[in-house]
């Protein structure tokens, strides 16, 4: 007997490195119109550095000693951000405290208990609230125009020094976007937590132009629902667990498999396993074949 279309084209994305959950998932793949990008670990490589490191006069600390309790109280994270701190002290041959009562959120970043004083670590957006001028502030400001993702350190609430970290764009991410411009007609949306600057830089080098950057979680998911209301079937891809929310809520989501987190693999319809972004506009071909084949 012959395959039923919809299965051979499981199998077939299961050739290109996409793992499809269900023949259902298969056949709403073909049905999308609009297409949203998460940035951090989607349309990047997912492996950020640390490049800038930064330590406020007033703090008194040395980048060294900046770095070993930013990396402390990024140890249990998953996030990228965190694995790029923690990397950046392990090479400098740090040896970093246990943290204690670590927190993580989505969106904004972790704190933890370093050698007993309360350390933060993530946006200066989140973090300074739109705050005072402060020389984290305009440090941050001058890493985030060049492009890098700014992260700020606080002991007991007090900005401390400011991180610079960089993530390579993929080779295939413009590639991946004209090939979803031309499928679906119309360019794909930037949805991001990251930085409005950083995230408007890397959508001119990909030919993206609706650019919505320092969401939250549930922003992500209303920016879906706002297509979705104007009678679009969006694809959502991201990695992250701040992508979560956002892969559940679009008619269908696709998670980066590498550097994805456990919550964005489970919420998702389809894991990309190969790490190859050009292969979500494949699927959604694959899709579109088999729906015409099936009758
Ligand atoms: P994206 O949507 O681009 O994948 P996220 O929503 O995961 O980004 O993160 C948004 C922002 O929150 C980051 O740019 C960073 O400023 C901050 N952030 C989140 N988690 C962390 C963390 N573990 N360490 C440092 N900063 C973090
Ligand atoms: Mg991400």
Redesign the pocket.
């Known amino acids: 007997a012959t395959m039923p279309p919809l299965l051979s084209a499981i199998a077939n994305a299961g050739r290109h490195g996409v793992l499809v959950k269900s023949a259902v998932v298969m056949e709403q793949l073909g049905q999308v119109d609009a297409v949203a990008l ?5 349309l990047t490589e997912g492996t950020p550095r640390v490049t800038d490191i930064h330590p406020l006069a007033a703090s008194g600390l040395s980048e060294e000693e900046l770095l070993r309790i930013a990396a402390a109280a ?1 140890h249990p ?1 998953e ?1 990228p ?2 694995r790029a ?1 923690v990397d950046a002290a392990l090479t400098r041959g740090l040896i970093l405290p246990a943290g204690e009562d670590f927190t ?1 959120t ?5 704190t933890a208990t370093v050698e007993g004083k309360t350390v933060a ?4 957006a ?1 973090l300074l609230n739109g705050g005072p001028d402060h020389a984290a502030a305009v440090v941050a400001a001058r890493l985030e125009d060049e492009g890098r ?3 700020l350190i606080e002991v007991e609430n007090t900005p401390v020094g400011v991180l610079g970290i960089a993530d390579r764009l993929r080779e295939e991410a413009a590639a991946t976007v004209t090939a979803l411009t031309a499928l679906t007609g119309t360019a794909p949306v930037l ?5 409005p600057r950083a995230a408007a830089l890397l959508a001119e080098e990909v030919g993206i132009t609706d650019v919505r950057a320092g ?1 939250l ?1 549930q922003d992500k998911v209303n920016a879906v629902k706002e297509l979705e209301e104007a009678g679009r079937k969006v694809l959502v891809v ?3 667990v ?2 979560a929310p956002a892969l559940a809520a679009a008619h269908t989501g696709i998670a980066m498999g590498r550097a994805g987190s456990d919550l964005a693999l489970e919420t998702a319809d389809a894991v990309v396993v190969r790490d190859e972004l050009a292969t979500i506009p494949t699927v959604v071909a694959l899709s579109r074949r088999a729906r015409r084949l099936v009758v």
Not at 106 to 110: I, N, R
Not at 121 to 124: K, M, R, T
Not at 191 to 195: E, S
Request: avoid cysteine; hydrophobic fraction near 25%.
């Open positions: 998460d940035k951090t670990g989607t990024e994270s996030h951000l965190a701190v993580s989505p969106g904004t970043g972790v670590v993530g946006s200066p989140r993702t700014a992260v949805v991001t937590g990251d930085n969401l979680p991201g990695d992250g701040n992508d």
